[in-house]
């Protein structure tokens, strides 16, 4: 895991508000169904997240200009491998995509790239909640079309569309998160346009390469 002695700094420029419109380059999803650990990655509970974050050497991830450091212990930042930009969420975002996550900042400026991953121990598993607008991260499991199974940070409490598996490959240092609603794994569409581009969203049978994959950065103390 990557580390950073840096944590909700203030965001020097957020993204317009504006109103979602349906992308239109878009992948149909992939068929539901639950889906096991791929060749190559381990389930990761609470204390070995807590053990491969002590035995990695510290890295920093990437500040917006003028932002300085601030305390914040057990918190995460979340970057495409794919494009190598750090999710968001997109609290200013209309309804019905408010709260929509979007791997689409190219430094880490603050809680809009701020998660805490709560561990469960009775499902052994995590969810995440936005410190944008301190919500879960959900599922969206009954949009249709290309917003099918897309993450939002929208939910006040904690259930099947909000737990999540999260996969650590050694050899790669990357990681994945898997859906239990649906057993599929999280992609960033890439090749979506509009406001929707670089959506995150549920919808991989297999982690098959960058399209699945993410580096995670300690930014706690």
């Not at 918190?75 to 995509?97: C, G, H, I």
């Not at 998660?115 to 598993?125: C, L, N, R």
């Not at 390469?209 to 950065?217: A, C, R």
């Amino acid at each position: 895991m990557r580390r950073t002695t840096s944590v909700l700094l203030s965001l020097s420029a957020l993204l317009a508000t504006s109103a979602l419109t349906v992308p239109t380059a878009v992948a149909a999803p992939r068929a539901d169904g639950p889906a096991s650990a791929p060749a190559g990655w381990e389930a990761v509970d609470a204390s070995a997240l807590a053990r491969i974050t002590g035995e990695k050497d510290a890295r920093r991830a990437p500040l917006a200009a003028g932002d300085t450091a601030a305390a914040e212990p057990e918190l995460l930042a979340v970057q495409s491998a794919r494009n190598d930009r750090f999710v968001a969420t997109e609290k200013n975002y209309a309804e019905p995509n408010t709260g929509v996550q979007r791997a689409r900042s190219t430094d880490f400026g603050g809680s809009w790239e701020s998660y805490a991953f709560e561990w469960d121990e009775a499902s052994e598993t995590y969810a995440l909640r936005s410190l944008a607008n301190d919500r879960y991260v959900a599922v969206e499991k009954n949009y249709t079309g290309s917003a099918q199974n897309i993450l939002r940070a929208r939910s006040t409490s904690v259930g099947g569309w909000e737990r999540f598996v999260l996969y650590y490959n050694e050899s790669l240092d990357r990681w994945a998160l898997q859906s239990t609603l649906n057993g599929l794994f999280v992609a960033m569409e890439n090749g979506y346009t509009g406001s929707l581009q670089y959506a995150l969203r549920a919808r991989s049978t297999d982690v098959t390469g960058s399209w699945e994959e993410f580096t995670l950065y300690d930014i706690g103390a």
